[in-house]
């Protein structure tokens, strides 16, 4: 199957979504008590069905709420698969997709090659390091519009 640019954007776009969703979600859990509406659902597939206990779900509720002081499971993992997902979709553009890495290489200049180790990498400390050197990955996407008409998605990090 043949990536094209459009297909790289709309992965990181996707992957951006789920952020800000996941991220919402997550503060919301938190100021709001939301044990008293956990059901048991299944969900049923090809391979089969899988349930999702209303018990298990209720306890994640009530802890996230009581401990809304504290970061809970759901934001945790939802910063971490998307950051992850956009990484997966960055690297793969840099392999797949010539004008892609072009864009890169033009909007980063000599931070390019640090940025591209930084993106190969992928690995837990990489991603921390990275969400901290603010100064690439997310203010270039906010003029984006170079390759893609639109507005910048880019606007869930503030940067130090």
């Known amino acids: 199957m043949k990536i094209e640019i459009n297909d790289v954007i709309s992965l990181i776009e996707q992957n951006f979504n789920f952020l800000h969703l996941g991220k919402f979600l997550s503060w919301y859990i938190r100021k ?6 956990a059901e048991t659902i299944p969900i ?44 997966m979709a ?11 890495k072009s864009y890169l290489e033009e909007r980063l200049g000599e931070q390019y090659d640090f940025f591209e180790k930084i993106i190969k990498k992928g690995t837990f400390y990489n991603c921390l390091f990275f969400k901290l050197y603010s100064l690439t990955f997310v203010f270039f996407f906010n ?3 170079k390759i893609k008409k639109g507005e910048g998605f880019w606007v869930y990090y503030k940067g130090n």
């Open 32 to 37: 709001n008590n939301l044990a008293d509406v």
């Open 44 to 87: 049923r597939s090809d391979d089969g069905e899988y349930i999702l206990y209303g018990n298990r779900t209720k306890m994640l509720l009530e802890d996230a709420f009581i401990n809304g002081y504290k970061p809970n499971v759901l934001g945790y993992f939802t910063e971490w698969n998307a950051f992850r997902g956009i990484f």
């Open 90 to 100: 960055v690297s793969e553009g840099i392999e797949k997709v010539d004008i892609w």
């Open 143 to 145: 003029k984006i519009d």
